[in-house]
């Protein structure tokens, strides 16, 4: 507390109320307890996504139809199906892979409890890592990284190296990428 003020001030994400920093299983802990009692509050002890308490309105009226419901139920399945199916490929080679199982496993997640709870998952570890490395001090957080940088550019040299240089980047960075070692114009066969 302050002399100001006589609320108590909230620690730091990733600090205990003393300032220091916590565990990652502690943080993880937190953050997986906080997503489930958000999914506890927002679909009760059975786990169901009611069509009739929809905030959405366009869906509520096609969810609480039995036969636009299932219809819409099946094309939300199979949209689903082949965005995550359309980004697999795409993981290892340069482009938006994650991003697309992401866009599928959300778009699931409207209509499919598992997927909710997949999406749920998937927030709360993100958060426990963020708040984690935010709370580490800045001679830890630099070697992370490096790290990454260095793991980003791995994945970069490697998808160049199987699919070759696109042919829709600049000149400037086609002659640049052709200076580093394994990445051709056409990718060896």
Not at 121 to 145: G, H, I
Not at 166 to 189: C, K, T, Y
Request: hydrophobic letters at 45%; a positive charge.
């Amino acid at each position: 507390m302050t002399a100001e003020s006589s609320t108590p001030e909230k620690p730091a994400p990733g600090r205990t109320a003393d300032g220091r920093r916590k565990s990652y299983r502690v943080v993880r802990d937190e953050q997986h307890a906080i997503v489930r009692e958000e999914l506890l509050e927002r679909f009760g002890e059975d786990g169901r996504i009611d069509a009739h308490e929809d905030p959405i309105r366009w869906r509520r009226a096609i969810r609480t139809n039995p036969m636009t419901g299932t219809v819409y139920r099946v094309v939300v399945a199979v949209l689903g199906l082949a965005l995550v199916v359309t980004g697999l490929p795409l993981v290892p080679l340069v482009g938006p892979g994650w991003a697309i199982i992401f866009i599928g496993l959300f778009l699931w997640s409207t209509e499919f409890m598992w997927a909710r709870r997949v999406t749920q998952f998937v927030k709360a570890e993100v958060k426990a890592f963020e708040q984690y490395t935010r709370a580490l001090p800045w001679k830890w957080k630099l070697p992370l990284l490096c790290i990454s940088v260095v793991f980003g550019w791995v994945c970069f040299w490697l998808a160049l190296t199987i699919t070759g240089i696109p042919g829709w980047l600049p000149d400037q960075m086609e002659d640049f990428l052709l200076q580093v070692p394994g990445i051709d114009l056409i990718p060896p066969r």
